[in-house]
């Protein structure tokens, strides 16, 4: 057998191409070799990672006992030991160890070259190190899979100039896209993306392209049979080899979450509004009762009058006694009125020194998810220094978030332009620290504007029609004002002022606060006189 | 000669005072001789249960309430024709009460015309004002 070292080379490397194990390589080799030189049996011992310890032993020409003792480097009779050679990596860190006997027939006709031995030493470090960083990418492979298992994670990269994608597995599955479709393109995934969210996953890839830093947003799929997915990309901006744009990044499905929080925030919303409305509905069956009892006297009255100037000869006497009642039971009326609006804002509630920016930053923080399934986009502008107020937080927050929820409302059918929601916080030229909300919703007619704040006037179909007018309670209480004004564009803009800075607020913070109390009082009127029909 | 006829007793149960001051007047001036009570109990205990032939009766009462009255009397076998007078404007209410065979329900403040229709519907007559 003649066979040079370079096709011995070539044999090898395309054994190892076709995914042999380690050993039928190196069994091949050792094979190769006893075929070149004639007498000797070559042997290759393959160390573990510590070097310390034989992983593997092959030396097809050598009997298989003296192989299993190998190890301890005893001599197999008829055999002697005529060459070893280190096997080394490119590094020199030590591989294996190949060893060449003589065998005892041999008289020598052959000889072995130590060019020879260190050529196959070669071929078989080369060998071992293909297969041994094989076996290391294999398992970093695995380890990724079970990883993203496991978190429900899939990762991709793209490199940005020659837009060349590659998908992890799972991540075909998660497109429900054929592993086959390769290569992945821009266009494949566009046609999986939800339309709805399509513009907005095309404004980030062409971001991306201008070489913004890491990105990180949401978006759906609509998969062909019509379901929904979601899903959360975070990437970041790095180079490829040669250097150029390149984003790696991780996809996670939180479909599941969505579900979760969806269902959650309708179930809060629903909540919301039934205690909403059966408070209401309790205040005013309650306020109806108390104000039914003195008019039931004065109608009587009036009608006992009426018959009694009417008869024949008339009762005046009698007449004047009932119209004395009449007016009686009026001014108990009125006075009931009085009282209900004394209980509605009632005065000396405790209030605090606030930053209108904080609170309001976080009224954006807790409705930020909200506004966001509604597509709306939150803008900012909180002036930098803002004179602090004085005032009730918790109702001048419920007062914001009524604003943004109206305003979100309002764009709730808006198709045709964006919807944004800008917030602006600014002090005005009487140190009055001023809140608008401008969307760019449905709008209001410039003749409307008086009803807005009436009660019960509503444009929604879920409304009550009293959040404004419970709002405007509010900052009238904070001595400040809320109006409203059609934009120059579409959409509308709320706007409150309260003064600024240290002042008396020991009066009529607590209107709304109060209201509370009124409705445990009317709850507890209402269970006191439950009707019990037998 | 006159002759003495004996007007029917309407007895008035509520306990708001204003109601207990005006309504028997209204009533004596439809012909009708009236009692007032304050409450359920005050009535029950009173020498009037027999004699009354018709009873505006408050629903929402402290202690006994007008349904639980309606019951009591029932159950002393006491069959008299009520109506139901209320504050509180409830339909759920009003049903309610009529299927309990209250001959009427009357919403505060109603009309001496609404009074009048109803107690012409208790005795079961039909007479001219």
Redo the contacts between chains.
Sequence with gaps: MGLGIAEIGAMVGGLIRLGRPLAVVLTTLCQLFDGTVKGYSSSVLLLDRTAARVREAVGPGLPDSYMKQLAAQDAAPGFWLHEVSPILSLTGEPLGIFAVYRRENNTGVTRCHSALMQQFTHVASAAIEHMRSEEALKRSAALLERTQQLSSTCCFSWRVKTDEISWSKELCQLFELDPADVPVTLDLIGARIHPEDLPSFQEIIERARGGVSDFEFEHRLRLPDDSVKYLRVVAHRTSDQEGQLEYIGAVQDVTHRRHTEEALAKLRAELARAARVASLGVLT?AI???V??????????A??C???LA?DPPDVE?ARE?AR?TI??AE?ASEIVKRLRALFCKKGAASESMDLNEATREVVALSLSELERNKVMVRMELAGELPRVQGDRVQLQQVILNLFLNASDAMSGVDDRPRQLLIRTERDEENRVRLSVRDTGVGFEPQGVDRLFDAFYTTKSGGMGIGLLVSRSIIESHKGRLWATPNDGPGATFSFSIPGGAQDMTAGVSCARNLGAVRTAAVTNAE??H???? | MTVMIKRPLVSVVDD?E??R???P??LR??GYSVRAFSSAEEFLASDCVGETRCLLLD??M?GM?G??L??EL?VRGRDIPIIY?T????EI?RA??L??RAVACL??????TA?FEALNAAFGVSRAT
């Design positions: 069956a109806a009762h108390e039914n009892q003195p008019l039931a006297g004065i109608v009587t009255n009608g006992t009426r018959r009694m008869a009698g009932t009642r009686r039971d108990r006191e006189r009707v019990r029909i037998p | 708001d204003s109601v001051e005006s309504l007047d209204l001036e439809l629903i929402a402290p309430t349904p639980d309606q019951q029932t007078i504050a509180q404007a409830d209410v309610c009460s299927e309990q919403f505060k403040p109603f009309s001496d009074l």
